[in-house]
């Protein structure tokens, strides 16, 4: 105990040194043992007093007690000079009950003789922290227990007494509690209690730290009195705000703690933001607990420095006060640098690093050794506006040390998706791997198929490129690892190596088939630090509860995954679960007896609900779970060409029959049916099958899954006979058992035999074994060539949908999603394969259609063809344009011709979903219901009017329950028309392509003060904020021009309800009898033209795409512009596309009328007004709807359509004609006295319609117009 006279300091000497306290005797003792503090803690445990000593000398300096497992509190007399204000001991030993632990000096107070003290390992577990508290009446009972060196013999010692006066205060300030001591009243010495806790309460929590007493005179070694002195612990919480938790239930105050790490005070320091952050890793939901935490404290050039390793976590926080000063980021990472490599070092794993002050959270990894910074994980508080749960969720992210986490969406994307920090880390980790090996034969040949399978799914979509190969690489790892933790099987057992992991050598050990194979992507597990990389994977994953799975996780990995842009330039739009349940409800009447097929799976979400419609069937049933395993790979099965979607499927397949299934005592052998291959058939002349032999060629540049027409029989195939193929489990296992031993055997020798392997599966026939033998020999061959390793997979995969389509094999229901690829994005063999194959069926739709023609349509049609045995249903998600867009004319037919082909359908109501809110795939969405007719039965073409499903809700993540309490469903009363039921169908047409429109549109330049002489006009292009590369990087024409060739022109937003916009001019090469062009010997009689059209026509040579145009044919294509002249007196115009009609008649002769209008010539100017009055009203806007394409919110193109509606010629006799060109006379009036502020277009047509229906007029044209059109 430190001795005080008027707040100075005495110093006592001792062996030559100056001390302020010491003691003496063993330095093992107790303080306090078990017995005497069994009512004070928890049971079993002792307070954490001890005794404090020199780390170096081990000279005794006083008494310390531990506030938690890593923190302790003593007097600042004990570890330096209060006088002076220096710290003399900065490392120092904590002697405890049954251990020790190093400190370091992290932070004091010399003022009021307080010193925070940070232990580099945790108390012994079986010592307890002492609660610290701020409430000490005056009177209260007291006990101190600590180590005074002169008391000999006594294990255990503490004053004791009451406490006086809890207001204290020296002279120089600092505050203390007085205490009345009956040991100092009775003599006894007390130096070496310094830093004891005063302990008050039934529960004994420290209210103060001894600090002195006065000395006697004659004595100065003993008390003076009965008083003692202590610094109140309302002190101490006022220097460190944050050991006040420690007072606090564990869980509470997070967002104290959040406020003050964000608190970047000059005084702080690193110690304090560590004792924060050590104290919202405890508090927080993250799984954590002491002793997972191991904290450190140091010095380095940039002063004190703090570290905590989360030793579960593989991870290490390096911490500094502030890392806006100058050089502290850079000194804090040369320390994280080498304390990652040191972890890596000593524990074989990965270990990242984060670099805070509190506020910036930095990321970092090593990258071939080289400290690397993830900028796109970092995490800055003060951004986040302090939100403790965005922290909190980002810690767990990269910590992964929860446990028994549910994956729900919500989870699933915060900490494996691509906005997760955990995902930038372990990509970019991925992506160095793959570095490394990219150039390996057997990982070229993975990479070469994986993205001739991708070109399959999305034609000239796909590029080819490391990031996207790396991702799904990923994504299947993933996949797997969930697949293994599904089973049962623990994937972070140390017995289990990367490489039996990745090629499912476990599941082949339970007799689970069909879940992982060696694939495209198992060139990680042979990768230099590919074990240590899975590893680490495995860790992240096995913390989610996957038998709590409600719904398909595969699918929300992959879209969270895979960037949003990724997926629609891949033509990739994933079902959601509330759709997909819907659909195998109306599609799927008896679970336990229709056979099912989802030809286009992707991550599974229909499978996952086809799985659980059968389960819960076979349940009510009564089957025994070895029955319904059994029964449902039997009734369940997908396709799919996307080799990571097979692979999520497959998962999603284990997930959908549950964890205690599975694992469910007498489980039969199993199989995944699940398979990788082009259900489509491309180029369907080639088949697999012959009339013995099953054969698969194995030239990788003209490889089966994308079909080439130069494809020939030049390469060597593995053939297998057709009845070994008929039994799947039969042709699975041999295919299995031949791929092991050839890639087992060392290359270069020769191929053992295979007559064991004959005999385990049962293949007695001499001819088949022959055959078999020559297999197994071409797969060695591959092998020795660093070819191999895929073809196992391959073989098996592709079996399965050839021998499907065999009739005695055909399923009962067809579900899903079919791939939505256009036919501009096809590679050019698709091309010509999808329109021989379309032109066969009578689905071509003429080369006016093929922009919008897609291979959703064929790929329905053909897997009908192939894989739905008659009277077999369908149900299929669908682009909306399906049910009345005219590239779907031929599909819509239901009756189908072709070479050795008649196939008939019977289309049910379809279903329009495009008012479910918020849009779920980037274009409008229908489903449309059928099934398969035999050859006698007539065909039901797809005519019906639609359900239409309207309401908002979460689209993305709801379930089928959750969705129908918003849903609701109604059936609008119009037929589908495929052909154009109204005469004037063939008068109207559209205008002219007048592109690129810089080349044509002008606006008047600048003359100089005597004019340009003569009818002509000084012209500069036109410019517009919506051109496009090139033609916007070009410098605008300039010239002047004959007037007679400056037309008016009337653009598609020129046009309102009854009223035209003043129009726009552009240069028009016509003389009134035809279009002028540079090669024309006319074009030189007129100067300026002649000017404007050369320098015209160079910039479109000089930039255009194709040489197939001429500029002329460019602007007269198909005749758009010359068959405008010469122009009627009264021509009708309305636009091309809109959530409305709008139309109006033009009269000037002089103008032209552009592209995104159609028009016509009227015979009169009252027919003229008969047409406007119909074009303008809702009852046709809403008639023609249906057969709209729509964009994600609204309804687009009108073309043609509205024609489909029966609109009847102009009858000037008519009486309700003559009552309908009233209204329009009366309409014009109402629509040229608007007035039309400055603005946009579509804002001008409504106020339009408004100031119609105001006045009223526009009612009565909708009622006119209803009793035209009705029957």
């Known amino acids: 105990m430190e001795h005080r006279i008027s707040g100075d300091r005495l110093r006592y000497s001792h062996s030559s040194r100056d001390w302020c306290c010491y003691s003496q005797g063993d330095n093992r003792r107790n303080i306090l043992g078990p017995d005497d503090v069994e009512d004070q803690a928890e049971p079993g445990m002792t307070l954490a007093i001890g005794r404090l000593q020199d780390a170096r000398t081990h000279v005794p300096l006083g008494t310390v007690f531990a506030i938690s497992p890593c923190l302790a509190l003593t007097a600042f007399h004990c570890v330096g000079d209060r006088h002076a204000g220096q710290v003399k001991f900065s490392r120092v030993k904590c002697i405890w009950s049954g251990g020790a632990s190093d400190a370091i000096y992290q932070d004091g107070e010399p003022l009021i003789d307080i010193a925070l003290l940070a232990l580099k390992k945790p108390i012994p577990e079986h010592l307890a922290p002492i609660q610290l508290t701020t409430d000490i009446p005056e009177h209260t009972p007291y006990v101190a227990p600590g180590n005074p060196a002169a008391i000999h013999g006594v294990v255990r010692f503490a004053a004791s ?25 009775a003599g006894l010495p007390l130096q070496g209690l310094s830093g004891a806790p005063v302990l008050v309460g039934s529960t004994l929590k420290a209210a103060g730290i001894v600090r002195w007493n006065h000395p006697r005179e004659d004595h100065p070694t003993l008390a003076a009195g009965a008083a003692m002195y202590a610094t109140p612990i309302t002190a101490v919480i006022d220097r460190w705000p944050h050991l006040a938790v420690t007072d606090q239930p564990r869980g509470e105050s997070l967002a104290e703690i959040v406020k003050r790490l964000a608190a970047r005070t000059a005084t702080r320091t690193s110690g304090q933001v560590a004792a924060n952050i050590r104290q919202l890793l405890l508090s927080a939901d993250l799984g954590l607990q002491e002793n997972d935490l191991n904290c450190q404290e140091g010095l380095d050039v940039d002063g004190q420095r703090s570290w905590i390793d989360v030793h579960p976590g593989f991870t290490v926080l390096e911490i500094k006060r502030d890392l806006r000063r100058p050089g502290s980021r850079q000194v804090a990472e040369q320390q994280l640098h080498r304390n990652l490599m040191l972890r890596r070092q000593q524990t074989e794993n990965y270990y990242i690093g984060i670099l805070t002050d509190g506020i910036e959270w930095l990321v970092y990894h090593h990258v071939d050794n080289v400290l690397q910074q993830q900028e796109l994980a970092t995490f800055n508080l003060e951004q986040a506006s302090l939100e403790t749960t965005a922290l909190i969720s980002w810690l767990e992210a990269l910590l992964a040390t929860q446990q028994r986490i549910k994956p729900t969406p919500k989870e699933i994307i915060a900490k494996l998706g691509s906005t997760s920090p955990s995902y930038k880390i372990d990509s970019a980790e991925l992506a160095a791997i793959y570095r490394h090996c990219r150039d ?219 964890m205690h299934r599975l694992n469910a005592s007498g489980r039969p052998a199993f199989t995944v049916p699940v398979y990788l291959g082009d ?153 010509g394969a999808f329109r021989a194959m379309c032109v066969q069926r009578g689905l071509w739709s003429g080369a006016s259609a093929t922009p919008s023609q897609e291979l959703a349509a064929l790929f329905v049609l053909r897997c009908i063809e192939l894989y739905l045995r008659p009277d077999g249903n369908f149900g299929f998600v669908m682009p909306l344009a399906t049910l009345s867009r005219s590239q779907y004319t031929g599909f819509r037919a239901a009756h189908y011709r072709g070479k050795n082909l008649e196939l008939k359908v019977a289309f049910d109501r379809p279903w329009d979903l495009h008012q479910i809110k918020p849009s779920f795939f980037q274009q409008s969405v229908g489903v449309i219901f059928g099934k398969r007719m035999t050859t006698g039965e007539k065909a039901n073409a797809l005519v019906q009017s639609p359900e239409v ?63 340009v002489g003569g009818p002509r006009r000084k012209l500069r292009s036109r410019r517009s904020a919506l051109e496009k590369k090139p033609w916007k990087e070009l410098s605008p024409l300039q010239g002047t021009v004959e007037e007679r060739f400056i037309k008016p022109v009337y653009l598609g937003d020129s046009i309102l309800p009854f009223r035209c916009l003043e129009t726009l001019n552009a240069v028009i090469p016509w003389d009134g009898e035809r279009l002028l062009h540079c090669e024309d010997d006319r074009l030189t009689q007129y100067e300026g033209l002649e000017s404007w059209w050369r320098a015209a026509e160079k910039a479109w040579i000089d ?37 409305y009609l709008a139309a109006a008649i033009i009269s000037n002769t002089d103008a032209i009328i552009e592209h995104k209008l159609y028009w016509a010539a009227a015979h009169s100017l009252d027919e003229a007004r008969f047409l406007t009055a119909i074009l303008n009203s809702n009852t046709l806007t809403m008639a ?54 400055s603005g946009r277009f579509e804002a001008l047509r409504k106020r339009i319609r408004d100031a119609l229906m105001d006045d009223g007029v526009g009612g009565e044209i909708d009622a006119a117009v209803q009793t035209l059109l009705s029957p």
């Open 1184 to 1237: 023609v709807r249906p057969y709209q394409a729509r964009g994600e919110h609204n309804p687009r193109d009108f073309d043609k359509y509205v024609f489909r509606i029966p609109i009847p010629s102009y009858d000037p006799e008519n009486d309700l004609h003559q009552g309908i060109v009233r209204l329009a006379v009366k309409a014009e009036t109402v629509a040229q006295g608007t007035a039309l502020p």
């Open 440 to 658: 390996h034969p057997r990982v070229q040949v993975k990479r070469d198929l994986w993205a001739k399978l991708l070109t399959t799914a999305s034609g000239t979509n796909f590029i080819d490129d490391d990031a996207l190969f790396v991702d799904h690489t990923l994504l299947v790892l993933i996949a797997e690892l969930v697949g293994h933790a599904v089973i049962g099987f623990d994937p972070q057992d140390p017995e289990v190596g990367a490489e039996k992991l990745m090629s499912g050598g476990l599941f082949s050990e339970v007799l689970v088939g069909g879940v992982i194979e060696p694939d495209f992507f198992d060139w990680l597990a042979h990768a230099p630090d590919g074990e240590m990389f899975i590893k680490n994977m495995a860790r992240r994953l096995t913390r989610f509860a996957w038998d709590q799975v409600e719904h398909d996780v595969m699918k929300v990995l992959y879209e969270s995954i895979i960037p949003k842009h990724v997926r629609h330039r891949l033509g990739e739009y994933y079902t959601p679960d509330w759709l997909a349940e819907e659909v195998l409800a109306h599609s799927v009447s008896d679970p336990l007896e229709q056979r099912v097929l989802d030809a286009s799976c992707g991550s599974g979400t229909f499978l996952f609900h086809a799985v659980r419609r059968y389960v819960s069937a076979a349940e009510a049933e009564g089957k025994s779970l070895p029955e319904i395993v059994s029964g449902v790979g039997q009734h369940v099965i997908g396709f799919d060409v996307h080799p990571v979607a097979v692979t999520l499927a497959r998962v999603t397949y284990l997930l959908a029959i549950g």
């Open 1103 to 1139: 930039n255009r795409s194709s040489a197939r145009l001429t500029l002329v044919q460019r602007l007269d294509y198909r005749r758009g512009l010359s068959q405008q002249f010469p122009a009627a007196p009264h021509r009708v115009a309305y636009g091309a596309s809109g959530v």
């Open 949 to 1011: 499903w309207s309401g908002r809700f979460e689209t993305k993540s709801a379930s089928r329950a959750e969705a129908a309490e918003h849903v609701s469903r109604s059936v609008e009363g119009i037929r589908i028309v495929d052909e154009h039921v109204s005469p004037y169908a063939r008068r109207f047409t559209q205008g002219a392509t007048i592109v690129p429109r810089f080349l044509f549109m002008v606006e008047d330049d600048a003359i100089g003060p005597l004019g």
């Open 679 to 831: 259900s489509l058939r491309w180029g369907e002349e080639l088949s697999f099958l012959s009339a013995e032999n099953f054969s698969v060629p194995t030239d990788l540049d003209h490889q089966s899954f994308v079909q080439d027409p130069s494809w020939g029989d030049n390469s060597e195939s593995l053939l297998f006979p057709q009845d070994i193929v008929a039994d799947a489990g039969q042709f699975d296992r041999l295919v299995a058992e031949l791929a092991r031993r050839a890639t087992a055997r060392s290359p270069e020798t020769a191929p053992p035999s295979l007559a064991n392997a004959f005999a385990a599966l049962g293949i007695d026939d001499d001819s088949h074994r022959a055959l078999l033998q020559r297999t197994f020999e071409r797969m060695c061959e591959l092998h020795d060539a660093n070819l191999d390793h895929i073809w196992g997979y391959y073989v098996r995969n592709i079996a399965r949908p050839v021998w499907l389509a065999r009739p005695e094999n055909q399923v009962d229901v067809l579900v899903g999603n079919p791939p939505w690829l256009a036919y501009r994005h096809m590679t050019q063999n698709q091309q």
């Open 161 to 185: 007494g009451k406490v006086s006066w809890s207001r204290g205060r020296l002279v120089d300030g600092a505050p203390v509690i007085q205490l009345s001591c009956n040991e100092s009243a």
